[in-house]
C-alpha cells in the first residue's frame, strides 16, 4: 500500500539526510494531529484487544460492558478505533453517554474506524500512534488480542518498572485466554529477568466489578470532576469533543 512506502523505506537502515529529514516532517505532522484531537478528550482509560471479534463473541460483549462502566467512571474510553474490541469498548461507552474516541492506524486492512466514536484521528506511522496512545491514557485494559495488544500491554510495563509512568493501572482481562502470557511472566520472575515485585504491577482477572474498582483505587492523583481542561482556540480551529 502506497500510505507504507515511506515507513518501510525509514526502516531499511541509513537514508539519505533529505529522505530523514523528510520523514521526521511527516512524523511531526503526525503527532500535532494526534495532539490537536486529544487536548480537548480528557482523562482517558484505553482498551485494547483484536480487531477480528465480532459482536456475538464472549470478548466483544465483555469489552462493550467495561467501556461502559469506565465511561460511568467519568472516564473517555479509548481504543485504536478499529473493529472489534476497539468497537465494542467504544460502543459500551456511548451506551452510556459516555466519551469515546479512537486513534486509529492506516493499514491496508483493518484500518476502518467503527460507528461508536465522537471524534477519531488516523496515524500514519505506528510509534507516533503507540506515543499517543500512552500520554493521553491513564490506564489500560488489556482484552484478548494478539501482536498488537502485547505491543502496547509490553511497553507500558516496560515504562512503569522504569519509572516513566506512575499510577497506571494495567488489567488483563480473561485469565483463560492469558494462561501462557502469565505462566511466562512468571516464568521470568523465576528467571530473575524481572523484579518479583513487577509482577503486582498488573491485575489479572475475569471479574469486570474487581477491574473497575482497581482503576478506581490507582488512579488517585486528581479528581475527574475538577481536572484541569483546556479550552479550544477558534482561530486554530480547534474544537471540544461533544458526547
Not at 480473561?174 to 501462557?180: C, L, R, S, W
Request: net charge neutral.
Amino acid at each position: 500500500m502506497e500510505h507504507n512506502t515511506s515507513e518501510i523505506k525509514f526502516l531499511e537502515g541509513p537514508q539519505s539526510r533529505w529522505s530523514d529529514f523528510k520523514f521526521s516532517f511527516r512524523t511531526i505532522i503526525d503527532f500535532v494531529k494526534g495532539f490537536r484531537m486529544m487536548h480537548f478528550a480528557g482523562p482517558c482509560i484505553c482498551i485494547f484487544g483484536s480487531a477480528r471479534f465480532d459482536e456475538n463473541n464472549i470478548y466483544y460483549q465483555q469489552a462493550r460492558e467495561l467501556g461502559a462502566r469506565i465511561a460511568k467512571l467519568g472516564f473517555t474510553v479509548l481504543t485504536g478505533g478499529g473493529p472489534g474490541i476497539m468497537e465494542a469498548g467504544n460502543r459500551g461507552a456511548k451506551d452510556v453517554g459516555g466519551r469515546s474516541i479512537g486513534i486509529n492506524i492506516q493499514l491496508p486492512f483493518e484500518q476502518k474506524e467503527n460507528p461508536y466514536l465522537d471524534k477519531f484521528v488516523s496515524i500514519k506511522y505506528f510509534f507516533v500512534r503507540k506515543t499517543l496512545l500512552i500520554k493521553y491514557s491513564y490506564g489500560f485494559v488489556i482484552m484478548p488480542g494478539g501482536f498488537g495488544t502485547l505491543d502496547e500491554f509490553f511497553e507500558a510495563l516496560t515504562l512503569i518498572q522504569t519509572g516513566k509512568l506512575k499510577d497506571f493501572p494495567i488489567i488483563i482481562f480473561n485469565k483463560a485466554y492469558h494462561q501462557k502470557l502469565i505462566e511466562y511472566i512468571d516464568e521470568m520472575k523465576e528467571q530473575k529477568t524481572i523484579s518479583p515485585e513487577d509482577i503486582n504491577l498488573v491485575l489479572v482477572t475475569d471479574d469486570i466489578e474487581e477491574a473497575v474498582v482497581h482503576i478506581k483505587n490507582v488512579i488517585n492523583r486528581f479528581d475527574l470532576r475538577t481536572e484541569r481542561k483546556f479550552k479550544p482556540l477558534k482561530w486554530l480551529f480547534e474544537s471540544e469533543i461533544e458526547k
